[in-house]
């Protein structure tokens, strides 16, 4: 496969999860927005800070206002991680691969992105309610992804999809986590209120995990919600299980049987997984989570700056799109 084929279907891969973690995200915090009391100042800010882009939003915004927040994290085209940029982007993408994708795959992307572009021209963000536009973003890439699965052929190009696709997952779990633990709820004596529990309850929906962590964990703990979303290996949205399937994804390109490790990529994934699988959340926690996530991060953008080298800058001498995520 030509690199800048395997580029653009590994980007699209990231941007469709980018795009429904941002709905996902939105949704849910303007749910918890009419659960908090009414004294209690809106918490918008720490959603832009969960996507790494505080900097550029204080470069245009004066206040975190729920309008401005939900305009720059979903309609402005100046913000290059935006809902609406990163539709665009994965649609571009798809269309310059489109003999890779199946017909269903590509007419059900293209009326998203159509869907999103009407949106942006009908300001939804300045609805009194605009959950249902988040709630339609979420279904039809939740489809999207439905569609492949089924009709998509197990060959390169899909695995370098699913290596996007995971990555990008296992970078915003561990990002909303961070500003959950550290940001939302700075006081010590709201810990264990009914405040407290709202917002773990939040950061569960937040990657579609609440439901789930009730039926293993029960009652909702700090360093239960840490391990399942850090360490747990069979939630699908758990760093871990993301790191898994992404190293897994490398040993389908390249081949290998999985012992050992053929390039820099899959060394440093392997070692990264590796150390996840064996981490002890009191341990994490104790040792400071904050410092845990950060370096995940890093590392996370460390793998993906090794593919790129690795698979789309050495071949054809194509130079690939970087990553944009703070």
Same mark, same amino acid.
């Given at each position: ?17 980018? @795009?429904?973690?941002? @709905? ?128 998509? @052929? ?91 399937? @992404? ?80």
């Amino acid at each position: 496969m030509l690199s800048r084929v395997a580029n653009s279907i590994y980007w699209l891969g990231r941007y469709l999860e980018r @795009a429904e973690n941002y @709905a996902r995200f939105i949704d849910v915090n303007f749910n918890l927005m009419l659960d908090l009391p009414g004294d209690l100042k809106e918490q918008w800010e720490p959603l832009v800070m969960a996507t790494g882009d505080k900097d550029l939003f204080q470069a245009t915004n004066k206040s975190y206002d729920m309008q401005e927040v939900i305009y720059f994290l979903a309609f402005s085209e100046e913000n290059p991680n935006s809902l609406i940029s990163s539709i665009s982007k994965a649609r571009e993408n798809a269309r310059m691969v489109r003999e890779n994708l199946s017909k269903e795959t590509w007419e059900k992307l293209n009326e998203s992105y159509h869907f999103v572009k009407k949106a942006s021209e009908t300001k939804t963000w300045k609805k009194e309610d605009p959950r249902s536009f988040f709630e339609s973003v979420k279904s039809q890439i939740l489809l999207l992804y439905g569609l492949a699965d089924s009709t998509v @052929a197990r060959t390169e190009g899909w695995y370098f999809r699913q290596l996007g696709q995971y990555l990008e997952r296992a970078d915003k779990t561990s990002r909303i986590l961070d500003v959950k633990y550290h940001i939302l709820l700075p006081s010590p004596k709201e810990v264990g209120s009914p405040l407290d529990f709202l917002h773990w309850m939040a950061l569960l929906k937040s990657v579609t995990a609440f439901n789930t962590y009730r039926r293993l964990y029960g009652n909702i703990d700090p360093s239960g919600v840490v391990e399942f979303l850090v360490l747990n290996k069979y939630f699908p949205r758990s760093v871990f299980f993301c790191l898994k399937e @992404a190293e897994q994804s490398l040993f389908k390109i390249s081949g290998s049987n999985g012992d050992g490790y053929s390039n820099r990529a899959e060394k440093s994934i392997g070692e990264l997984r590796s150390k996840l699988e064996f981490d002890d959340v009191n341990d994490i926690i104790a040792t400071g989570l904050h410092e845990y996530l950060e370096h995940l991060q890093v590392k996370i953008n460390h793998i993906s700056n090794q593919i790129n080298d690795n698979y789309f800058q050495i071949k054809d001498n194509f130079v690939s799109q970087t990553m944009e995520q703070g």
